[in-house]
Structure formats: C-alpha cells, structure tokens
C-alpha cells in the first residue's frame, strides 16, 4: 500500500492550506490519519477519520481550525487547514490501516505511511 501526500506549501499566518493524500487501495475500511513533526520534535497526532463510520478526532490544538474529510471514491483523505499558527509548522504525514478500530492517535498502530508534505507558517 503505497500513500501519496501532497497540498505543503509556504502560508503567512492566519492562512489556509488543504493537504491531499492518495492511497493505492480501497479505502473504504481503513482508518485514515495524518500527523506532523517539527524539527526538533516527536512525531504528534493531528487528526484521523476511522473508516466505514467516518467519525473523526483531532488533537486539542487544531478543533475549530482543521477539518478531516475523506473521498473513498478516491480513495483520498484531506486535511484542511484554517487560521494557521506558527506552530501549526512542520512536515505533515498521512497514516492508513485496514484494520485499526480506535486509538487512532497512536502513531504506532498505523501500517502504512505517506511519505510527508512540508507546512511552513510564516509570523
């Protein structure tokens, strides 16, 4: 299974970015993620979207600002992203797994991973 992610991009505070992410299967069952890492820091959950149910959670810091959404006719996940900060800056990876069922903030149980799009947030 092989994830494309695409969508980074340079933005001034305040902006908006919409990050994409391609899956080579059929995405229908999989639970759908995306995280961030900054430099200097630990790989962080973001946002996720389970799979059939559609329900979706996010991180404290981005409610009211990120929305996840997923197309399975396209078998693409979207992240959109509002009223960026600053610290909203690093590179951003798309995460899927078939089987996953809950715990959708833990990195390690994802299978398969994009390979990452870079999100910098001008002040």
């Known amino acids: 299974v092989q994830l494309q992610a695409s969508g980074g991009g340079l933005v001034q505070a305040g902006g908006s970015l919409r990050l994409s992410c391609v899956v080579s299967?059929?995405?229908?069952?999989?639970?759908l993620g995306w995280f961030r890492q900054a430099p200097g820091k630990e790989r962080e959950f973001v946002a996720a979207?389970?799979?059939?149910?559609?329900?979706?959670n996010y991180t404290e810091s981005v409610k009211g600002r990120f929305t996840i959404s997923r197309d399975d006719a396209k078998n693409t996940v979207y992240l959109q992203m509002r009223s960026l900060k600053p610290e909203d800056t690093g590179v951003y990876y798309c995460?899927?797994?078939?089987?996953?069922?809950?715990?959708?903030?833990?990195?390690?149980?994802?299978?398969?991973w994009g390979q990452g799009t870079q999100v910098t947030v001008s002040s």
């Open positions: 995460a899927a797994d078939p089987r996953l069922r809950g715990s959708y903030h833990l990195a390690d149980l994802y299978d398969y």
């Open positions: 299967e059929r995405t229908v069952y999989y639970a």
């Open positions: 979207i389970s799979g059939v149910d559609t329900i979706t």
